[in-house]
């Protein structure tokens, strides 16, 4: 097809450039790699992913936490939107809603079962008395596969109640986001596990999440896109509790981070594998590690300053402590203080210690979306294509 086109044109060299490369654009466009017409995201995580599950259920954020653009909290644990409302923007979808969210909620476009403190694997302590989130992945997905029948069965009602559901063919046609692990590994960091210990109960946790992907296919779902796990050691959280800690040349704890290069390395690994056993899934692996690093590595490319200090807490090195959090208040010398934001959190990569902020969440995304940092290499927009055939 290219070779005829080729003949057609008897013109001076650049126009014949011009023509052919608008021709083979033409035919890439008007195959099967189309952009994907995403019609909802349903997606897992932790809090780099939640919009108000454990808000609705345990824990709250107070002010400072949604100031940026929310202007008040929001169930978000940031200063403002997260990846995934990026991502559900970039669809020209609502922000999703949290599934235990009861109230005001909008389920046409999607759902989302992260809460903030799931891990993978059941965790070790559940709030109040420790700290994680009973909903981990397999609950999520629980949650999920309850979810899908049911929200069907309150469509039939129509009105209102429709307008509230999502459409049963939007099951297939959805984008199923992970962003999910950090916390298991944090449970091991900070349990009595050694960091060989957490290094080694790995595999196990990858398994876990694998067998999650597979029911969820199982279940109808055909395009994943799931993200690495982050440079923990690079969060005040790790440094401010593991002060021993050997750093790097960008001042982040090396074998915390280790841990987490050795987690992605299997994550990879089982995506691999993924691959061959759901033969109809297209499944992106994203880097989030290595953009979220080079935010410590080179914060001023991207107009940030002090990344390894949290814009909203207390004392020491990381403006961090474990006594006192974000939006809370410390009796200091006799006086309260409210624990608030730092003055431009626009510059800033760390919001409370933990999370990041709006502003990191923007440009991770800004990234991510193109393709660069995933295996396959393809956009956000471009995955439901499983190589050059699109699942749905
Ligand atoms: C739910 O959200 C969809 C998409 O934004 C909208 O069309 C629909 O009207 C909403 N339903 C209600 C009851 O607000
Ligand atoms: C770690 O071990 C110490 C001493 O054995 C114990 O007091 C503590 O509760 C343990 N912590 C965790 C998180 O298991
Ligand atoms: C984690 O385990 C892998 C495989 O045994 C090993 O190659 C790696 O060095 C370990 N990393 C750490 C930080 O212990
Ligand atoms: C509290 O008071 C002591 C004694 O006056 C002083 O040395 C210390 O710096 C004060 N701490 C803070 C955080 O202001
Ligand atoms: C540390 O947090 C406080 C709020 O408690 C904030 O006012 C201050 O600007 C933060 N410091 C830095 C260096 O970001
Ligand atoms: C594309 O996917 C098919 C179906 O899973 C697979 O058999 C084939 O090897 C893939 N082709 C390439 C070029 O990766």
Redesign the pocket.
Known sequence: MEFGSRNMFHISSVTFFVVLSIATTTVIESSSNSECNFRAIFNFGDSNSDTGGLAASFVAPKPPYGETYFHRPNGRFSDGRLIVDFIAQSFGLPYLSAYLDSLGTNFSHGANFATTSSTIRPPPSIIPQGGFSPFYLDVQYTQFRDFKPRTQFIRQQGGLFASLMPKEEYFSKALYTFDIGQNDLGAGFFGNMTIQQVNASVPEIINSFSKNVKDIYNLGGRSFWIHNTGPIGCLPYILVNFPLAEKDENGCAKQYNEVAQYFNLKLKEAVVKLRDDLPLAAITYVDIYSVKYSLYNNPKKYGFE?PL??????GGEY?YSSSVGCGGTIKVNGTQ???????RPSA?VNWDGVHYTEAASKIIFHEISSGAFSDPPISLNMACHRNSTKIY
Request: aromatic letters at 12%; proline letters at 0%.
């Open positions: 002090h200090i949290a814009c909203c807490g207390y403006n203080i409210f624990v608030g934001s730092c003055e800033r």
